[in-house]
């Protein structure tokens, strides 16, 4: 989900605006169906990273290390996790099938999305909305389809609620990344390292929860440490609180010092 701070937002291409709707719709009658799930850089959020990793069954660091590269990109504090794609010709995605998206019920954010982009929009007095954009390829088809959906009813259908609450959560905890807050240690650093596992890798953050020295230190609500314990989105949303308290210095309702 990408922070979008401008006071021109009505003239960014493919804004679909208040009231407006867009026409949309994939199936496998489509000329050009799964062309779009080539060559890709996709990249993936916290979230797409637990649900992949639930949805294969896998650990959070066995996904990473088996369908992931970490990228650091200029002006970015944490490197961010490129979805591999296979070693072809077409560079196809590494979920795709003959019969289609062998991923599709825990699909990333940007497949759910698309042929959209999503945002948030902040105005000139900080107040955030989100924001949609029609930004299909020249080759999709599906944007033809007699259908109309507004944005709304385009998150419904692809079941992305939670996705959306998830990545608007994690880009609030993004943006405050802004320079270098890791000082000279740089983002290769233990700080940044502790970032990363409790953004993208809910098993060994959970482990470091229960198995190091944390709740000695540090005191937790009993039924939060209940949740803990067997709800990986919990973890995930403690690991973007624990990143505001101990690496940013931000104060907490949630985490106490003892």
């Not at 290769?188 to 944390?214: L, P």
């Not at 403690?238 to 104060?251: A, H, K, M, S, T």
Request: charged fraction near 25%; glycine fraction near 8%.
């Amino acid at each position: 989900m990408k922070q979008v701070k401008t006071e021109t937002i009505d003239n960014l291409e493919g804004l679909i605006g208040t009231g407006e709707t867009f026409r949309f719709r994939c199936h496998d009658g489509l000329a050009c169906y799964n062309r779009c799930c080539r060559n890709l850089n996709l990249f993936l959020s916290p979230y797409d990273v637990l649900r992949l990793k639930q949805g294969l069954g896998l650990s959070a660091g066995d996904f990473i290390d088996g369908y992931t590269d970490a990228v650091l990109r200029d002006g970015k504090a944490l490197p961010e996790l490129l979805l591999r794609m296979n070693d072809n010709e077409e560079a196809t995605c590494i979920f795709l099938s003959e019969a289609g998206c062998t991923a599709y019920a825990h699909r990333p954010d940007t497949c759910r999305t698309f042929p959209c982009e999503h945002g948030i929009y902040y105005n000139a007095d900080g107040a955030k909305e989100r924001v949609l954009f029609l930004r299909p390829p020249s080759f999709c088809e599906g944007i033809h389809d007699p259908r109309e959906l507004t944005p709304e009813a385009w998150q419904k259908d692809q079941n992305a609620e939670n996705h959306n609450a998830m990545n608007e959560l994690w880009g609030e905890v993004e943006a405050l990344f802004s320079g270098n807050p890791w000082g000279a240690e740089g983002p290769q650093g233990q700080r940044a390292k502790m970032a990363f596992m409790a953004a993208y890798n809910v098993d060994d953050f959970r482990e470091f929860i229960f198995g190091s020295s944390f709740l000695k230190r540090c005191k937790i609500k009993n039924d939060l440490k209940m949740k803990l314990r067997r709800d990986d989105v919990a973890v995930m949303k403690f690991g973007f609180e624990w990143i505001r308290v101990f690496l940013l210095g931000l104060p907490s309702k949630t985490i106490k010092m003892k």
